[in-house]
Each structure stands twice: as structure tokens, then as C-alpha cells.
């Protein structure tokens, strides 16, 4: 039986060839991997590169490779927030970072396109949020750095492909975070863990919702998990139910906005103080500076109040929007 080799397999293939380091070759070799038609002519084939990526693999670990791959998951947290997206090759994720923050990243049609983490900033009303594009989740590979950066942020955006079964992704995912003794929680409470684990906040999207009978494979997925997770479709090439992510986005960050002002002006609503929610009035005091909290002698609050400017003390929970005037 014939190979039949795609054009995509043979360019995998050239470009193996001209690879000059190991992580290259196995770039190339995934590709390859991926691309190859999967039927009888091809077995033994399949069967060689499988061995050659062992071989990679195992050349790859033998090396002192502290450093390189680490340092890249060293990312400097800006705005109000980190959030990361976590996907099987090909979900979209770099096309989503490329159309929500001011950042690009490269998208392409074959898997493996994202190789290092890229930093965007999203804005949304009026906060910046950092989001950072990664490279895709595979069972058997986990790289130096990851883990101990995805224990760190805020939160996950995990996007899995609609036209792809994306139960079975989204079981892959769950599979790899668990690996990394990391609790995914969607809705309800974080519940407390056993040492050694870390918890974090998950929103499930969705995506490429624009292409034929996605958005029935959405529905059966939606039913699976809407109990445990906040969960949207979303197109990110065709900008479908972007705004709507957005707001899901800060929804899941469990954060609040408050407004500080001085006596007799008005304050400034382009200016938030982001605390945690469930965050009293003295935490706004500490926000500012560690000392205000000590001399902090009562506030003035608009919104949670019984009625606006009502005086509070330090232990007054603080609702998102109110407006705060520290008095010392
Ligand atoms: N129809 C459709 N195609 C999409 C959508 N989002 C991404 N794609 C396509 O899916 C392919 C993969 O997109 P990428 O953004 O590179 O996916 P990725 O998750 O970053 O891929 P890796 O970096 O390999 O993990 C590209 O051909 C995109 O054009 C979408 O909403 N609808
Ligand atoms: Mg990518």
C-alpha cells in the first residue's frame, strides 16, 4: 500500500531535515507526527518516527537544560490580574490572545505552532488583565517551569475545539493539571486541600462556535459541565461572544472594585482599587498604604451603605463599585 504522503507531511519532513537543535527536531518531528495520513501503508513509518522522538526526547533530557525553558515561564505579572490559556494544540488559543489583548502570537493551522509563553494585556472596562498564551497541554511532556508558573496565576481560561470532541479535551487538560496536584474549581467554593496542592479558578470556553454543527457538539458539552464550571462558546476568528468572555473573565477572578475619594471632591472612577472579594474597609486603608490602616479612624461609604456616605468602621464589608473616603 502507498504512502501517500500529504505536501503538509513533507514540509514537516524538510524542515526536520534542516533542523539544527534537538527542540527543533522534535517541532518538526511533532508536526510530522500529527500530519501523517493514518491508515496501513503508513504503519511502519509511523513506527520510525515514534522511536526518533523517543530517541530526541531522551537526548533532550540527558542535558543540563536549566535556564532556557524555565526563564520563559518567568513571567512579569502586570494589571490587575494573570490569567493563562490552557488548550490541546490547535484549540485557538494564540488566535484568541491575538484578538483580545494588544499582543500577538503566532496562529497556524498545524499543531505545536506556540512554543514559548506570550503575554498579552486585556483591557476590560476600566482594568487591564494579563492573559498569556502557552503552549499546548500534551500527556507525556510537561515542561521545566510550567508547573510551578500555572501553580502562581489567578486563574485558567481553559478553550478547548468545538469541532473536536472537546469532553475528551477537556478530560486531558483536567488529567495534566491533576498531574501538577492542581484542584481546577469552576463554581462554589474553594475547598481546602491536602499539602502540596494548589486550587484555581476555571472558566471553560468553547471554541470556534462559526463553523457547521459546532454549536450542537457545545450544547452536549455545556450540559456535561455547566453544574461545576462557568462555561461560554466563543468564535476567536470570526469575534463571536468576545465581550461576553470578557466579562467572564473578571467574573471568575473573584475581585471587586472600589473607588477611594477625598472630602469634598468627587472621586476617581478610572482609578480602581482591586481588592479580594469579601474585603472590609480597612483593607482599602491597607491598599493604600500599611500605615493608613493603623490610624484609620472611620469612612465614608457610597453604595454599600444604608444610605450614601454613611460612616463605617474598618470591619464594614465593601461591595463592588462603592465609593470609600478614609478619614484619619
Ligand atoms: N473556524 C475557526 N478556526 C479557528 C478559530 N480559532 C482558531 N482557528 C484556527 O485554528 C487553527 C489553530 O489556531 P491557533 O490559534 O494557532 O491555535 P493554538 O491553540 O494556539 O495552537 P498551538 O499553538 O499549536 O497549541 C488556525 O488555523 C486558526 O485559524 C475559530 O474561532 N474558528
Ligand atoms: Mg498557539
Redesign the pocket.
Known amino acids: 500500500m502507498p504512502a501517500n504522503l500529504t505536501p503538509q507531511y513533507l514540509e514537516a519532513e524538510l524542515k526536520f531535515k534542516q533542523a539544527k537543535t534537538t527542540p527543533e527536531k522534535i517541532k518538526a518531528l511533532e508536526v510530522m507526527m500529527a500530519v501523517i495520513p493514518k491508515h496501513k501503508g503508513t504503519e511502519r513509518l509511523r513506527g520510525q518516527l515514534k522511536s526518533r522522538m523517543a530517541k530526541l526526547k531522551e537526548e533532550l533530557q540527558k542535558r543540563p537544560t536549566v535556564g532556557r525553558a524555565e526563564q520563559a515561564y518567568n513571567i512579569k505579572r502586570e494589571g490587575a490580574a494573570q490569567v493563562v490559556l490552557l ?12 484578538q483580545i489583548t494588544n499582543a500577538s ?10 512554543q514559548k509563553p506570550i503575554p498579552g494585556m486585556m483591557k476590560f472596562e476600566n482594568l487591564q488583565i494579563q492573559l498569556v ?1 502557552t ?2 497541554i500534551q500527556l507525556d511532556h510537561i515542561e521545566p517551569g510550567f508547573p510551578n508558573f500555572i501553580r502562581n496565576v489567578d486563574a485558567l481560561l481553559l ?1 478547548v ?1 468545538l ?1 473536536e470532541d472537546p469532553a475528551f479535551q477537556m478530560e486531558i487538560i483536567l488529567k495534566v493539571l491533576n498531574d501538577m496536584k492542581i484542584k481546577v474549581v469552576g463554581k462554589g467554593v474553594i475547598p481546602s486541600l491536602e499539602l502540596g496542592w494548589a486550587s484555581l479558578r476555571a472558566l471553560l470556553v468553547g ?5 457547521k454543527n459546532a454549536m450542537g457538539a457545545y450544547q452536549r458539552f455545556e450540559n456535561y459541565f455547566k453544574e461545576t464550571f462557568p462555561i461560554l462558546p ?5 469575534i ?1 461572544n468576545l465581550d461576553e468572555l470578557k466579562k467572564e473573565i473578571y467574573q471568575i477572578l473573584d475581585i471587586i472594585r472600589v473607588y477611594t475619594k477625598i472630602p469634598g471632591k468627587e472621586p476617581d472612577l478610572t482609578e480602581p482599587v482591586i481588592l479580594k472579594k469579601g474585603s472590609a474597609v480597612g483593607d482599602v486603608a491597607l491598599s493604600i498604604h500599611k500605615d493608613f490602616v493603623a490610624k484609620l479612624r472611620y469612612a465614608k461609604i457610597w453604595g454599600s451603605g444604608k444610605f450614601d456616605g454613611q460612616m463605617v468602621k474598618r470591619d464594614f464589608l465593601i461591595n463592588e463599585g462603592d465609593v470609600i473616603e478614609l478619614h484619619i
Open positions: 488548550g490541546l494544540p490547535n484549540s485557538g488559543k494564540s488566535s484568541l490572545l491575538s502570537s503566532e496562529v497556524g493551522d498545524y499543531p505545536f505552532t506556540t498564551d503552549p499546548p478553550l475545539d469541532t471554541n470556534k462556535c462559526d463553523v466563543i468564535s476567536a476568528k470570526e463571536m
